[in-house]
Nanobody, 121 residues
Framework: VQLQASGGGLVQPGGSLRLSCATS????????GAWYRQFPGEERELVAS???????RYAESVEGRFTISRDNAANTLYLRMNSLTPEDTAVYYC????????????????WGQGTLVTVSS
């Protein structure tokens, strides 16, 4: 399994970005996926997840601002981020093929390289 995240960059507060995660080596359409982020010195935290059927869940901190989506034909996972604040500055990682337990997504051990999002004026 290979995951290639892209789309990060520098954006001003209030701006938007769309992250992409291109996948290969698995049947993407049959698998759940998720986005995580990692702040300096901290562990990765779950930002959003989506089931193979398209059911979405979000961390409270991004609810209403971020949208996770998937394009099964393109084997790609997306994260649309709106109304960005400096507190969203982090390295964002995608994960695909994890499992849901009690409604929460648990990742596999395969991660892409991450993409840096910097929100600053």
């Amino acid at each position: 399994v290979q995951l290639q995240a892209s789309g990060g960059g520098l954006v001003q507060p209030g701006g938007s970005l769309r992250l992409s995660c291109a996948t290969s080596g698995l049947d993407f359409s049959d698998n759940a996926g998720a986005w995580y982020r990692q702040f300096p010195g901290e562990e990765r935290e779950l930002v959003a997840s989506i089931t193979s059927g398209g059911r979405r869940r979000y961390a409270e901190s991004v609810e209403g601002r971020f949208t996770i989506s998937r394009d099964n034909a393109a084997n790609t996972l997306y994260l649309r981020m709106n109304s960005l604040t400096p507190e969203d500055t982090a390295v964002y990682y995608c994960n695909v093929g994890g499992r849901y337990l009690s409604g929460r997504y648990y990742p596999t051990t395969v991660w892409g390289q991450g993409t840096l999002v910097t929100v600053s004026s």
